[in-house]
């Protein structure tokens, strides 16, 4: 019997680890917008660049009226590489025989056969619908037509509200989205000397963190994933400090970075997408209704980065974990850049994470609620229907429910209660002043 559980952690492991085409996790995430790059990687004059995003290679180009194009790298004639192609003429052009693509990969032009072409029509380059927000492009790179476009505030926000980033991560991306809807690490591989702390907000969270390293966690499933509350005790007994992050379907999380120092009414979407199975790129959307961001965090995670936003710090190197300031104070030896703790313990388990190997514990009760979610949209997926969180009316695709919490409450409160009492407020609403108060920053 041990032996057959063993057997079904495996075959689960697979369908959720492997999302190349034809494989069911692949389906599964092909349902739902992903980012695909940054808006910054396309050239100045929209020039091409070639992208991995799960298994597929693909170009990605602006043509001359300013859309963005996402294409089958190899050209549907000769399979040359289209990612030295030639940006012109309303897309973009192979540079073998002058074969010329638009944006929806309709040919155009196959200037050397007569009449441009006679049967150009039939061709169909590969091509995949794009929409671009927050600093970055999606991609919906699915069957049918694309769902609506998540209203997530951190992706909808004009620029002044939120900062987008980018991290290059060596594993497979379930086990770097799992990190983040894993209340209790935040305890420990995050620690530091609170002293050091840049400011009082983020001294009284490193101090509430290590105080109380057990907290009491629950889960409810939503219409987008599930919720996670993690109640912890404050030094004060009529209080305690909640703490509300939420799982995205399939590959993303809603959770409080640094924003929560600024109080209520911001949070971040982390959204990991598959490279190939064994490497992803972490998209990071951070965002704040009510108080200009601290752009100086931003500068300090690119300090840790290479072009192209690969990670200074690596398993070449040993992460350059420092023992004697580990001796001295520091919990982890890898400074205080959170994102650099991630990259690095996700990327320790290997690059796919073995989940017959675990020893699951109570702590785990939302990682593997999430892998169970996942596992039943495969199937709905397989059944010819859409999996939770795919939104397919404009009028559902409001997602003042989505609440991230970071705060101290009153010892009796009721999480869920409070949840939905602020449902019905919009504690996302845009405040105006931030945007002069970020422009005088500058």
Known sequence: MAEDRLEEIHRNNVLLTRTGPGTPGGALLRRYWQPVALARDIGPQGDPVPIRIMGEDLVLFRDDQGRVGLLGIKCAHRCADLSYGRVEDGGLRCVYHGWLYDVSGRCLEQPAEIDGGRARDEVRQKAYPTHEAAGAIFAYMGPGEPPEFPAYAPIVAPEPYRIVGRWHIDCNYLQGNEGNIDPVHTSYLHRYDSAKAETKAARSSQELFQTDIAPKLSIESTRFGLRIYSERKSRDPAKKILRVTNFLMPNSSAIMGGEGNL?????????????????????????????????????????????????????????????????????????????????????????????????????????VRARRQMLDAIREVEAGRDPVGVVRKAAENDFRDLLVLSEEVGANIDPKVLCKELEQENIYALEPAVVGEVERAR
């Open 263 to 367: 109080g209520r009414g911001g949070y971040s979407v982390h959204w990991h997408v598959p490279i190939d199975d064994t490497s992803h790129w972490r998209f990071e959307f951070r965002f704040h209704s009510k108080r200009p961001l601290d752009r100086e965090t931003a500068r300090r995670y690119d300090l840790e980065k290479l072009p192209g936003d690969y990670p200074k710090r690596s398993k070449a190197n040993r992460y350059l974990q420092d023992r004697q300031s580990m001796r001295e104070g520091s919990y982890l030896g890898m400074g205080r850049v959170f994102p650099v703790h991630d990259v690095f313990v996700t990327e320790s388990q290997g690059p796919i994470h073995e989940h017959a190997d675990e020893h699951l514990a109570a702590s785990d009760i939302a990682i």
